[in-house]
Nanobody, 122 residues
Framework: QVQLVESGGGRVEPGGSLRLSCAAS????????MAWFHQAPGKEREFVAG??????YYADSVKGRFTISRDNAKNTLYLQMNSLKPEDTAVYYC?????????????????WGQGTQVTVSS
């Protein structure tokens, strides 16, 4: 079983940047597909970005602004968020599942962190 803990959230002005981290324990994440989701108040949890061995894929709303990466040696997943917009405000969750492939539905991920709040506001 994998335990995931997110960090790095906070409040930032529009146009600013944040880097989220997701530290994994319990299992090596090298065999897991990993992803970031976000959930705004009153809305469903939505896919943001995913990564397999090295291939990455993104929601259209964040392409060109966000970058997902992984460091298997550190058992850690990252999300670099640039040019942040107020509509990026949400709780951001790290997720993991065994195997690779492009998966964008929350139901396809078995392991979740507790979330970290990102607020973009002036």
């Amino acid at each position: 079983q994998v335990q995931l803990v997110e960090s790095g959230g906070g409040r930032v002005e529009p146009g600013g940047s944040l880097r989220l981290s997701c530290a994994a324990s319990g299992r090596a994440i090298s065999s897991y597909r990993m992803a970031w989701f976000h959930q705004a108040p009153g809305k469903e949890r939505e896919f943001v970005a995913g990564i397999g061995w090295s291939a990455t894929y993104y929601a259209d709303s964040v392409k060109g602004r966000f970058t997902i990466s992984r460091d298997n040696a550190k058992n850690t997943l990252y999300l670099q968020m640039n040019s942040l917009k107020p509509e990026d405000t949400a709780v951001y969750y790290c997720a993991a599942a065994l195997g690779m492939g492009y998966r964008r539905s929350p139901s396809e991920y078995a392991y979740w962190g507790q979330g970290t709040q990102v607020t973009v506001s002036s």
